[in-house]
């Protein structure tokens, strides 16, 4: 009985970290840590709310876009120029497998999302963070968050 307990828990365990969805919150102070707050000159506010409308914060989306590439995880970091996958000969310009882009911890997607936002001069590459934030009062996106 006590074995299968353990194996139920393990089982239960590892469905859980499949697909991780971190709150707003969590993912903030994240982002602190990772020194996101003003990089490239975009507040915290931004890269909360452009992971929102990118992923729902959820780390393992994958959307597969009409030219075959695919965009990967939390940040929807795209194959074609990005990372490496299986498919097709890609630039790979942050030198990752995209699938470091989909796990839980989320140090290669930003530091892939720091060099995006270097080589391409800013937040437009995300449509989402163009579309909701880009141009408006970002400062609620942090509000009840400890983080400075
Ligand atoms: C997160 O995304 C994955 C892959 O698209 C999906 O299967 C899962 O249901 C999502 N989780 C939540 C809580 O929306």
Redesign the pocket.
């Known amino acids: 009985m006590k074995a299968v307990g353990v194996l139920a828990l393990i089982i239960s365990l590892s469905i859980v970290t499949e697909?991780k969805?971190y709150t707003r919150c969590k993912l903030a102070k994240i982002f602190v840590k990772a020194g996101l707050d003003h990089y490239g000159g975009f507040s915290l506010g931004n890269w909360i709310c452009m992971a929102y409308y990118e992923s729902?914060y959820?780390t393992?989306?994958?959307n597969t876009l009409g030219d075959g590439s695919i965009d990967y995880g939390i940040f929807q970091i795209n194959s074609f120029t990005w990372c490496r996958n299986a498919n097709v000969q890609q630039n790979n310009r942050c030198h990752v497998a995209c699938s470091a882009l989909i796990t839980d911890d989320l140090t290669d997607a930003i530091l892939c999302a720091k060099k995006i936002v270097k080589e391409t001069q800013g937040m437009n590459y995300w449509q989402g963070w163009k579309k909701h934030c880009e141009g408006k009062d970002m400062s609620e996106w942090k509000r009840g968050c400890e983080v400075s």
């Open positions: 697909s969805v729902h959820n393992t989306v994958q």
